[in-house]
Structure formats: structure tokens, C-alpha cells
């Protein structure tokens, strides 16, 4: 059973610069949620996929952030103009109902 | 708006002692709520789950976890600690039909030999 995976695992850009993540959730889930982790806190969730409807979004996803999941798996998450505020670990998880599975994350650096 | 208190940033026991994560949510319904374990630099791991039925529920590495409506908690119950129990822990709690889990702030456990 392949779990949630992440790609990549760590990214270091530079100010300005635009970055995007990729989310393969557990084949058979049909929910995807992205959430954001800085250092010394928990999870903070940015946005809710249903197959390939985005149902919710948090106010924490300004517009630099745009979310896709284009046919209803995998998932994008891209941050436009990277602030070092961006510097966070971001987390995907899915489920099929109230429980979710959390991928490796993808740390990412903004120098 | 639903909130999750985690009052202990840090705890250290000894290996083979007893352990307690404390928990408290802020919630008028009957609350979805989870126990889950990160270490360092990985992604959060499923220790347990309560959604309703016995107060008391078991989880995966000998985890358990207890529900109190009264007192608005849900800790984190282990009889005897291991070295590779060190890790952060996190309890999240999700409204009933909601989408999102709301985390505590965690609590980062220490074993001692």
C-alpha cells in the first residue's frame, strides 16, 4: 500500500522567485488537503480538495498561492513571488472520509 | 471557532516511565479527535482516533487515549516509554462534517536513559 508521497522534499530559492510542489495522494482517497508548518507550530490547513473541486480555501492562501487538482490525484501547490515568510514545511495529506494520511512534506527554504 | 490546547511544549521521562500528553479542544459539538506523532523533519504519523462510542481508545506502539466531555480533553496515555518514542506529538480535532483538522501546538517528548 503506497502512501501519500511529496515531491520534491526540500527546495531552497531565492526571494522573488516561483516554486511548485507536487502531492500524489493514496490512489483510492478522493479528498487532498494542503497545510503549511513553521517552525515550533502545528499544521495549519491552506486548502481542501474534493476529486478535482477545490471546496475551501484558508484565509492564510493569499494570492501568490494557487492550488490544482487537475483530473482528481495528484495535486499542485505553486507559491509565486516567494517571500522568506513562505519558509515553512508544507504538508499534504487525503482520505476518503474523517481520517487523513500525511505525505513526507516538502521543506521549503527562501533565502 | 474550534481551538486545540496542547499546555506542555516540552516533556522528558525516562525510558521504561509512564507517560501523559495532555490535550484540551474548544468545541460546542461532540468533536472528531486524533493523535498524531511527527519525527524530525518527517510528515505526521496516526496514533489514534476517537469519534464516538468508548471514552477509551487504543492506537498503533501501545498508544492510548481517553476522551473526558467534562473537562474538554483527550490525553495521551503510554504505560512504559521507549527511546524511539522521542518525537513531537500533536492532537487535532475536526468538527463533525468539517474539512480541516485544527492542531495544538505540540509537545516535543525526551526519553532519557
Known amino acids: 500500500d503506497t502512501g501519500v508521497s511529496q515531491d520534491p522534499r526540500h527546495k531552497i530559492t531565492k526571494r522573488g522567485q516561483n516554486v511548485t510542489f507536487r502531492c500524489d495522494p493514496i490512489s483510492e482517497h478522493n479528498r487532498l488537503y494542503w497545510y503549511r508548518q513553521t517552525l515550533g507550530q502545528g499544521p495549519e490547513f491552506l486548502t481542501y480538495?474534493?476529486?478535482?473541486?477545490?471546496?475551501?480555501k484558508s484565509r492564510l492562501l493569499s494570492d501568490r498561492f494557487s492550488a490544482e487538482r487537475p483530473k482528481g490525484s495528484f495535486s499542485t501547490l505553486e507559491i509565486q513571488r516567494t517571500e522568506q515568510g513562505d519558509s515553512a514545511m508544507y504538508l499534504c495529506a487525503s482520505s476518503t472520509s474523517y481520517e487523513q494520511y500525511f505525505g513526507p512534506g516538502t521543506r521549503l527554504t527562501v533565502t | 471557532a474550534q481551538s486545540v490546547t496542547q499546555p506542555d511544549i516540552h516533556i522528558t521521562v525516562s525510558e521504561g516511565a509512564s507517560l501523559e500528553l495532555r490535550c484540551n479542544y474548544s468545541?460546542?459539538?461532540?468533536?472528531?479527535l486524533f493523535w498524531y506523532v511527527q519525527s524530525p523533519g518527517q510528515g505526521l504519523q496516526l496514533l489514534l482516533k476517537y469519534f464516538s462510542g468508548d471514552t477509551l481508545v487504543q492506537g498503533i506502539k501501545g498508544f492510548e487515549a481517553e476522551f473526558k466531555r467534562s473537562q474538554s480533553s483527550f490525553n495521551l496515555r503510554k504505560p512504559s516509554v521507549h527511546w524511539s518514542d522521542a518525537a513531537e506529538y500533536f492532537c487535532a480535532v475536526l468538527m463533525e462534517y468539517g474539512n480541516k483538522l485544527v492542531f495544538g501546538a505540540g509537545t516535543i517528548l525526551r526519553v532519557k536513559s
Open positions: 480538495f474534493q476529486n478535482e473541486a477545490q471546496l475551501e
Open positions: 468545541y460546542g459539538a461532540t468533536p472528531y
